[in-house]
Each structure stands twice: as structure tokens, then as C-alpha cells.
């Protein structure tokens, strides 16, 4: 148990008479302890450190000189030593401290600048168990929790990035640091030692193959966010773990919470999408849930046409603008994420487009230019790192109303089109149907469940997320893919707009058109758009043109659990039919896809995603 609480000090500015550095990164070393030397500051060191102050000719004195006790045990034994602590932990005016420090020839320290032994880089880096343990500091936080207990005398210092504010305030108060300096940097210090204990923690029960009796997580604040899902929705931050960094780059612009749940969903898409298939990927993402995704396939005739194509794509370039055609109308304000460098024809593309922001593992100077210039400068551009390997493992945590959820990851776990199993009476599952299961496999992976999703041509073109029911997903999915294909018939191709039409507003315009289902105050805005206003569709061009449409393939996160989920997409042209399997219902649902001659693959993984 503590003592009863002595009286702490509660003076302002303290001066820095003493202090002990001994530190392991010695960036910027020479440069704090100059400026040291310069207010007469006393300076005690340790080994390396020691050296480097002396090595550059500046005044110090060894902890062993001055505790009378030498390095010992390998260095494990260099300050853990009641005069060191004694130094430390003093409080100053209190008379029996006083005393002590009297008696037993211990000095006051009033600045202590120690950063830890690299255990967390060490364990990165492949060391082996011994070498490990070495790099688990025991002097370094005895030192940094003693000094930042006594922070109302004692200025801890725990990280180089803290010199400059330090030497700063010592260079305007006299050789003083303030209060409110000294409370800061002993929270920080705090947080340092919890976060590194952490650790240690965490990889000694690893070794052991357990989970940790107490799981406990460390995280560094990476920025602010101007607010969460909602302006109410404050603090909002964003925050990497301890030691580690984040998997992207803020190149331009501000990203707000939405934002980065998109890219990291979106970017998670594309990687998986480019290592599966071997094609530039792109997807259209709004609200954690693709609008749209696609690899670079070449366009047709009708479809550049439909699409407003420019003539000249490059693979990125024509994999997005597949992707933001999926369905035009949910993108608007999308999310871009690309699996290529980013060049100047997928900029110059993106340019025309009304979005949010855009990741990506690249960017070509020509690119950044025309990006960073969109949206009169904060257009969001983020570069992810491809090689990004979280410290925190594979697991996943998240905190939802007092409860912590973990489970591993999946991002490693790819749909390829080695593991489509064929279990329907037809057999021919094309190369290009092949293509198409996986892309809308793992699509339908990044989208939030129930979800289904169709595709053809290398692109999604109707994703159905979220819904209860499964048949339901298939339903909306339907309606999308109607729209997609409606879009290319001949009389949605030949509307004659007015000049001066903006893009997105033809987009629109088509969508409507084809749904048909406007208010007689919709119709009359709805017809000033045209210079010949068009005839509506008839239920016979629906019904000729959807006949047209053969080949798409559907993809589910989860089993069909009835025969009505194959029944409704027979109605979209669907051919190919993939999904995990593990209903009670699984032969029925493939004795229906028998009856349409579909061919059924499973793919053996379950893909929710919540």
C-alpha cells in the first residue's frame, strides 16, 4: 500500500539544473544536449549515450561516477539505483525528502530523457526469442513512470519530436519549464510505458500460444476528423497502433470518417481483385458498399456509347470508368479506388466525374496535378501502401457500446478461379464467366450483408446490399441490372438533349426514363431537358431487350437458402450462379439452376461482411 500522500510541489516554472539522458534513437541528441550546455545544465549519461555527449565534446558525467555502482550484467544494471531514483522521485521542499537526499548524497534530477530499448521493431524484424527478451527495456519506464510521477519537478522527455517545444520554453523561461509542459509530457510518457508494456504483453503470450489474461491495445493519434458518420458526432479521430503507422498516405485534402471507411474497404477490394485476376481493377464505393467495381476489359461499341466514353483509356482508366458505370446514379459522389498506379487518362476521366476522393498505390505526377487541382484543391487523394502489414496482427478489434468484438481477419483469404466447383448438370463455365464469378465473389465480400451481386464484361452491374432477405438482394440487384441494360437500348441511346445538359444530369435523365415512374410535376422539369422530347418505353421494349441479355454471372455472400433467389435472377439473363453452399436446401437450389440450364459453382467461404 502508499504512504499517505505528501504534499506535492506546485510551482510553475521549475528550473533544469540536472539531468540524466540516456537514450537508444539519438536523433537529434547533440542537438538537445547543446542547447543544455548552454543554460548550465549538468547532464548524467549512460553508455552510448555517454559516448556519442562525449564523442562531440560536450560535458557529461557517467551514472556510474556519480552512483559509485558500474554497469553491470550486461547492461541490464545501469540506473536502476537509489540515487538515481532518489533524483527523481524527490519531491522538492518536502523536509523529510530534503532530508534523504542529504543523507545519502543523492541529487536532485530535474529533466530525465530516455527513449526505449526498439522490443516492437525487434519482434518485427524476425528476432529469435533471446533477442526479444534482450529489448525489453526494465531501466528505461522505471525511470519515465518515476519522473512523470514527480512531474510537478520534473520534466520528462520521452520522444525527440518533444526537443524542440522543451528547448524552446527553456530558452524563455530562464532554463524553466512550465507546469502544463511538464503535465503533457508526463501524460505522454505515461501513455509511452502502458503502450510498450502492451506489447510485450501481448508477444510474450503469442510465444506461449495463449491469449493474453488481459488483451490490452495501444493506439497513437494519427489526426482529427472534423466529425464521424454525423456532425454530432464529436470527438472523432483517427488512430494507429503504437509503434506502427497507417496503410495510406493523406496526399491532398481533408478525409473525413466516411471517407476512410470507404477507401480502406474499396482498397481492400481492388488489391484482392488485382491478385486474383492478374487485370487492373477499380471499384465505385458509397456508404462501405461498392456502387460498382470492374476490371479492365475492353468496351464495346454500344458500350462506349452508353457509357460516353472517351476514345483513348488506358487499363486503369477504363477499369474505373466500368466501375462507375455499374450504376451511374449511386456513384455520384463515389469513392474511387484504383489496384494501379494511378496515370493521367484515369485522372483526366476522373475529372469529369463529381467525387469524393480516390486511393490508390500511386500517383504519376501528370495525375496529381489534375487531381489536386479538382474540387478547387480538396479533392481527397490517398496513396496506400501495398505492403502494408498491420503490427496489430491478424486479428480485428472493434468497440461497440462497451463491448469489444476480435476476430481474424480475411483480407488474405482470396476467391480465385481455381476453387469454382461445378455442381450442375452443365458444365461449361467459360474463361470469361470465370472472371466475372471471382470479381463479383469478391465484391460481394466488401458489401454489407446480405448481399448479392451480378456481373458480366469484367463488371459488376448490379449489387444488392444489405437487405434481410436474401431473395430480396437478388430483387434489387435485379432492378440495377435492368437499368444497366436498358441503358443500351435503342431508344435510350438516340434521346436528343439540349445543349448545355450537364453530364450527370443525361445520366439521370436515362435512369428515369427507363424507370418510368414519375410524377406528372417530375415529367414536365423531367422534359425540358430535351430538344425532342422522346415517347416513353413500351412494355415490349422492356421485355425484347431484357430477352437479349445472356451470359451474367451472380454471386452471393452466403448460401441460397431457397429455390427463389435462382428463379428471380433467371430473369436478368443470369448464366453462372456462384455460392459458398451449406444450406439444407443446397440440391434444391441446384436442381432449379439444372432447370435453367445455369451452371452452378461453389466456392466453399462464406462471405458477410458486417
Known amino acids: 500500500m502508499p504512504h499517505a500522500p505528501p504534499a506535492l510541489a506546485t ?29 548550465g545544465v549538468e547532464v548524467l549519461s549512460t553508455g552510448g549515450t555517454a559516448k556519442a555527449l562525449k564523442d562531440a565534446g560536450l560535458p557529461v558525467t557517467d551514472v556510474s561516477d556519480y552512483t559509485g555502482f558500474p554497469e553491470m550484467m550486461d547492461g541490464r544494471v545501469k540506473t536502476l539505483h537509489p540515487k538515481v531514483h532518489g533524483g527523481l522521485l524527490a519531491i522538492r521542499g518536502n523536509a523529510e525528502h530534503e532530508k ?54 520534473v520534466t520528462v522527455i520521452t520522444d525527440c519530436k518533444q526537443y524542440p517545444k522543451v528547448i524552446e520554453e527553456l530558452k524563455s523561461n530562464a532554463g524553466a519549464t512550465t507546469m502544463k509542459t511538464r503535465r503533457s509530457l508526463a501524460a ?21 500460444e495463449e491469449e493474453p489474461v488481459i488483451t490490452t491495445r495501444a493506439y497513437q493519434t494519427a489526426f482529427p476528423l472534423k466529425y464521424g458518420c ?19 498516405k493523406v496526399l491532398n485534402g481533408k478525409p473525413g470518417y466516411i471517407n476512410l471507411l470507404d477507401a480502406l474497404n474499396s482498397w481492400a477490394l481492388v488489391r484482392e481483385t488485382r491478385e486474383a485476376l492478374g487485370l487492373a481493377a477499380a471499384a465505385s464505393f458509397k456508404h462501405v458498399s461498392p456502387a460498382g467495381a470492374a476490371v479492365a476489359v475492353p468496351l464495346s461499341d454500344v458500350e462506349k456509347k452508353a457509357y460516353e466514353a472517351p476514345d483513348d483509356l488506358s487499363p486503369s482508366a477504363l477499369a474505373y470508368l466500368r466501375a462507375r458505370n455499374a450504376d451511374p446514379m449511386c456513384s455520384f459522389g463515389d469513392w474511387a479506388a484504383l489496384s494501379d498506379v494511378v496515370d493521367e487518362q484515369t485522372a483526366m476521366y476522373l475529372k469529369t466525374e463529381v467525387a469524393d476522393g480516390i486511393i490508390a498505390p500511386g500517383f504519376t505526377p501528370e495525375a496529381m ?47 480465385t478461379p481455381d476453387m469454382l466447383e461445378v ?23 466488401y458489401t454489407q450483408s446480405n448481399s448479392v451481386g451480378y456481373a458480366i464484361n469484367g463488371m459488376m452491374v448490379g ?26 437500348h435503342p431508344k435510350v441511346l438516340g434521346l436528343q438533349f439540349k445543349e448545355g445538359v450537364k453530364r450527370q444530369a443525361r445520366v439521370n435523365a436515362r435512369v428515369r426514363y427507363i424507370e418510368g415512374d414519375m410524377t406528372d410535376f417530375e415529367r414536365a422539369e423531367w422534359e425540358q431537358q430535351f430538344s425532342t422530347v422522346p415517347e416513353p418505353l413500351a412494355p415490349e421494349d422492356y421485355k425484347e431487350h431484357m430477352a437479349k441479355l445472356s451470359g451474367v454471372s ?22 453462372y450462379v456462384a455460392q459458398p453452399k451449406g444450406s439444407v436446401q443446397d440440391e434444391a437450389v441446384t436442381s432449379a439452376c439444372d432447370q435453367y440450364k445455369m451452371v452452378q459453382v461453389h466456392h466453399n467461404m462464406r462471405l458477410f461482411h458486417h
Open 230 to 248: 454525423n456532425p454530432h458526432q464529436l470527438p472523432a479521430n483517427i488512430f494507429s497502433m503504437h509503434g506502427g503507422t497507417l496503410p495510406f
Open 188 to 208: 505522454a510518457a505515461f501513455a509511452l510505458t502502458a503502450a510498450y508494456d502492451s506489447a510485450v504483453a501481448n508477444w510474450f503470450a503469442a510465444q506461449n
Open 463 to 488: 449489387v444488392g446490399a444489405g437487405q434481410q432477405s436474401r431473395v430480396d438482394c437478388v430483387k434489387l440487384a435485379g432492378r440495377k441490372v435492368t437499368t444497366w441494360w436498358m441503358r443500351q
Open 11 to 39: 510551482t510553475d516554472l521549475v528550473p533544469v539544473k540536472k539531468a540524466l539522458i540516456s537514450v537508444s534513437d539519438k536523433t537529434d541528441l547533440l542537438v538537445l544536449a547543446a542547447a543544455l550546455k548552454d543554460i
Open 369 to 415: 496535378a489534375i487531381l489536386t487541382a479538382k474540387k478547387s484543391g480538396n479533392f481527397i487523394v490517398l496513396e496506400a501502401d501495398p505492403k502494408y502489414v498491420s503490427p496489430a496482427g491478424m486479428v480485428d478489434y472493434r468497440e461497440i457500446g462497451g463491448c469489444v468484438f476480435a476476430q481474424r481477419g480475411h483480407g488474405d483469404k482470396i476467391i
Open 423 to 445: 455442381k450442375t448438370q452443365n458444365k461449361e463455365l467459360t474463361a470469361a464467366a470465370k472472371q466475372d464469378l471471382v470479381l463479383a465473389s469478391i465484391a460481394v465480400k
Open 100 to 153: 534523504a537526499c542529504v543523507d545519502h548524497s543523492i541529487d536532485k534530477i530535474d529533466m530525465l530523457v530516455v527513449n526505449l530499448y526498439p522490443f516492437q521493431e525487434t519482434v518485427a524484424k524476425g528476432g529469435d526469442f533471446a533477442n526479444c527478451i534482450e529489448n525489453v527495456d526494465i531501466g528505461g519506464p522505471a525511470m519515465i513512470r518515476a519522473a512523470s510521477k514527480n512531474h510537478p519537478s
Open 554 to 575: 451472380l454471386s452471393s455472400d452466403a448460401f441460397f437458402p431457397f429455390r427463389d433467389g435462382i428463379d428471380t435472377a433467371a430473369r436478368y439473363g443470369v448464366t
